[in-house]
Each structure stands twice: as C-alpha cells, then as structure tokens.
C-alpha cells in the first residue's frame, strides 16, 4: 500500500530549502498524485492478489479512489487559492496562512490518530519486529539510490537528480495511514499503521541527511557550499509571502507583478 502511494510534500520542502531541481520535484508529485487516482488502486489490487494476501485483506477500493482524489483536490485548492491570494493583498495573506495551518492541523491529526490506535495495537511501533524497521528503511534506501543512479545515467544535471532521488524515497504516507483506516478496524488498523509511520520517521531523517550532504560533501545541489542552513530557512519562509498583482490605471491591459524578494523589479 505504502509503496503505491504518490510522492509526498516532505520531498518538495527539501528540494527548495537546498536547491535541488524544486520544478521537478514538484512536477513529478503533481503527476504521481494525479495517476494515483487510476494507478493506486490498480496496484494495490494487482500486488494483494498475486501475493495471495485476497484472502486475508479486505480492502475499501472506492475509499482509496476518494482519497486520491481529495489528495488532488487539495492540490488544486492551494493553486487557485494562492493565485486569488496574489490579487486581494493583505487579505490573501491572512486566507493563504489560514488554510496553511489548516492542512498541517489535518495531517497532524491523521498521524497523531493513527499513532494513538497504534500504541494501543499488539504492535507498537517502539516494539515492532526489526524485520519491518529493515523493510522500511530499505524501501527509502531504495528509492535514492535508483531515483539517483538512473536520473544520472540518463545525463540529468546533479540537482535533477538529487530531486529525483529525493521523489522516490517520499511517499505520502499520511495517506497510506488515511486509506489503512479506513480499510481495518480496531487492533488491524492500529497493527498496519506500524509500517507507514516507520517509514516516515526513516523517509524524513534520511532525506535530510542526503540532502545536506548532496549539498556540503558532493556540491549537487544549486545551494552554494559556502551558504549556510539559516540561509535556506530564511528563503524558505520568505517563499510563504504572497506575490501581489497589481494593474497600473493607465494601462488594463498590462500587469506588473512585485515579487517579495524584489520590490522594485516588475
């Protein structure tokens, strides 16, 4: 289920704050979010009946459509938002840093739920069997090292494929914990939920580790080495500001867009 799942945000973050190829990242998110709604549950079926596992699972099929495609409307949400945001100025701010909030509250709330259920299971994720650790953080293993080794092969520039590797080792395990209970009830999904939570917390940490160094060591990303972590935080929050479009009275037909990095460029 997990590895069915579409890219998640956490390798977006990372591709910004050290300057991987963050168009790439998040093209390829938007493209795995929108085949998931036709691949996902087209997978799943496809790997729970050639493991035999038909017998044992009964999974909601129409539940993980609709959870795709709430993962799609959300992202055609924040772009329609964020682009009215940019035409109503303080308002927009404070609408844009609303609905900021809101989703993190959201996705918190799934994860904090479904850890809740899970300490509460026969198997706690603090006392889960090491074999699930390793499959965890091997399938995060995995995706760099492939996302990385065939991006470069094919000649992407190293901050391509940086992101690339970065891409295939997030999935979007809050919604992997979303479809599980939906799917299972009571200790089933409390046991289930084990495997997506072990791998966010190695997804994360290895990521992070990766990025910086792909940035410090190897100098793969476009983040100077000489720049410091401060430095991309400070760009990171600043990226939140909301680009203001204004139409000069002269001119309809003629927009100047002020960016918040460049007040005075047009």
Known sequence: LLGCC???????I??????????????????????AIFMMPLNIYLYVNNTGLSEDVN??????????LLVVLGLGCGIHIKKWAG????????????????????????VISSLIANTQSSTPIY??????????????????LLGFGISSSLGLRKPSCVAVGVETSVQN?????????????????????????CYMLFSTW???VWSLVAWKVFGFTDLPREATFQDAVKAYKESFAVTVTVTPPEDKTNKAVLSPAEPNSS
């Open 87 to 110: 035409q109503n100025g303080k308002k927009g701010e404070k609408v844009v840093g609303f609905v900021a909030k809101l989703g993190t509250i959201g996705g918190l709330g799934t």
């Open 59 to 68: 999974l909601d099929y129409v539940g993980i459509v609709l959870s795709a």
């Open 6 to 12: 579409p890219g998640g945000a956490m390798s977006n």
């Open 206 to 208: 290895t990521n992070v």
């Open 173 to 197: 395990a809050v919604l992997a914990l979303a479809i599980i209970a939906l799917s299972f009830d009571g200790d089933d999904s409390g046991e289930a939920a084990v495997v997506p939570m």
């Open 127 to 144: 006392g889960a069997p090491g074999n699930i650790y390793a499959a965890s953080l091997l399938q995060v293993l995995a995706g760099i």
């Open 14 to 35: 990372l591709c910004f704050l050290f300057r991987a190829d963050i168009d790439l990242s998040v093209a390829m998110t938007t493209a795995s979010s929108f085949g």
